[in-house]
């Protein structure tokens, strides 16, 4: 599975931006997925996750502004983001779970990662 992202840019806090995430494999719909963050210094969050069923699952710190969202008929799956603020900013990864559903362990398939910067 590859994984390309785009959407990334730089936004005023409060505005919003669409990141998407184009997968390539046959495999697709059986795939959960999910959208991580890292910041330099940081550990890496996991911001949003869904799974092959559509079950979704959000992080607190995202809970409210963020959406998760899938189109299997695109192998692309994308992460609406509203409400940004400066704390956002931070480098935004694409990955795949090799199972249907979500679970703890680190996803198999990664992207290459999309920059998303907030200015105050």
């Known amino acids: 599975v590859q994984l390309v992202e785009s959407g990334g840019g730089l936004v005023q806090a409060g505005g919003s931006l669409r990141l998407s995430c184009a997968a390539s494999?046959?495999?697709?719909?059986?795939?959960?997925m999910a959208w991580y963050r890292q910041t330099p210094g940081k550990e890496r969050e996991r911001v949003a996750a869904?799974?092959?069923?559509?079950?979704?699952y959000d992080a607190d710190s995202v809970k409210g502004r963020f959406t998760i969202s899938r189109d299997n008929a695109k192998s692309t799956i994308y992460l609406q983001m509203n409400s940004l603020q400066p704390e956002d900013t931070a480098t935004y990864y694409c990955?795949?779970?090799?199972?249907?559903?979500?679970?703890?362990?680190?996803?198999?398939?990664w992207g290459q990662g999309t920059q998303v910067t907030v200015s105050s």
């Open positions: 869904i799974s092959a069923f559509r079950t979704t």
């Open positions: 494999g046959s495999s697709f719909r059986n795939n959960a």
């Open positions: 990955a795949a779970f090799s199972t249907l559903v979500v679970v703890p362990s680190t996803p198999r398939y």
